[in-house]
């Protein structure tokens, strides 16, 4: 069972665009929520994260919005530019310090 | 600072056969847990170790283990290798249960 659901799977997004990944959770137990970034070849990169007593945390370009009472939160990137290409996987934090991982979202950013 | 190292970054075994990856953290980083990535699954949790003691423990037969040296490097074994083994391991380090630094992955392909 997915503990963490991420949507959508693949997206494209014109340069300068708003890029908006969605995922949920059914865990109340999670207390904290990052976001990672993976190129090809490469390890996830902590991108940004979001603990469940704040609604929304930003950094730069790179935005979590969280609704704790719906169980969701979402990342927004603004200005999307081709180098964020990228492939981004939403987590959650677990019991154990186990992190729960989405199924990841490709993001293609054309120029 | 140097980030997590693992090595080797690629392999080609045989079924039947075994086979250990090895992750050097980040200098002071106690914690070292391993993942299983493959594009079916996503990320998967292996184990966790902190101070030469397995922590936690993911949903994966007994053909995974893993151990910790005293100088926190960690390595894992995989015995019995089958097909479905094949994926991208990765090693991510951690000072504080939140913080986890992913190193690039070990690309095993069983064949």
């Known amino acids: 069972q997915q503990q963490v659901k991420q949507s959508p799977q693949s997206l494209i997004v014109q340069k300068g665009g708003i890029s908006i990944i969605n995922c949920a959770y059914e865990?109340?137990?999670?207390?904290?929520f990052p976001w990672y970034q993976q190129f090809p070849g490469k390890g996830p990169a902590l991108l940004i994260a979001?603990?469940?007593?704040?609604s929304e945390k930003k950094e730069g370009r790179f935005t979590i919005s969280f609704n704790k009472s719906a169980k969701q939160f979402s990342l927004h990137i603004m200005d999307s530019q081709p180098g964020d290409s990228a492939t981004y996987f939403c987590?959650?934090?677990?019991?154990?310090?186990?992190?729960?991982f989405g199924t990841g979202t490709s993001l293609t950013v054309i120029p | 600072k140097a980030g997590v190292t693992q090595t080797p970054r690629y392999l080609i075994k045989t079924r039947g056969q075994q086979v250990t990856l090895s992750c050097s953290p980040i200098?002071?980083?106690?914690?070292v847990s391993w993942y299983q990535q493959t594009p079916g699954q996503g990320l998967q949790f292996l184990f966790e170790?902190?101070?030469?003691?397995?922590?936690n423990k993911g949903n994966f037969p007994g053909r995974f283990s893993g151990r910790q040296f005293s100088n926190s490097r960690s390595e894992m074994n995989v015995s019995t290798l089958e097909l479905g083994d094949s994926a991208l391991y990765l090693c991510?380090?951690?000072?504080?249960?939140?913080?986890?630094?992913f190193g690039q992955g070990t690309r095993l392909t069983v064949v």
């Open positions: 200098s002071g980083h106690r914690s």
């Open positions: 987590a959650a934090l677990g019991t154990g310090n186990q992190f729960y």
């Open positions: 170790y902190f101070s030469e003691t397995q922590r």
């Open positions: 991510a380090s951690s000072l504080t249960p939140s913080e986890a630094f």
């Open positions: 979001i603990r469940p007593d704040v």
């Open positions: 865990n109340t137990a999670f207390d904290y």
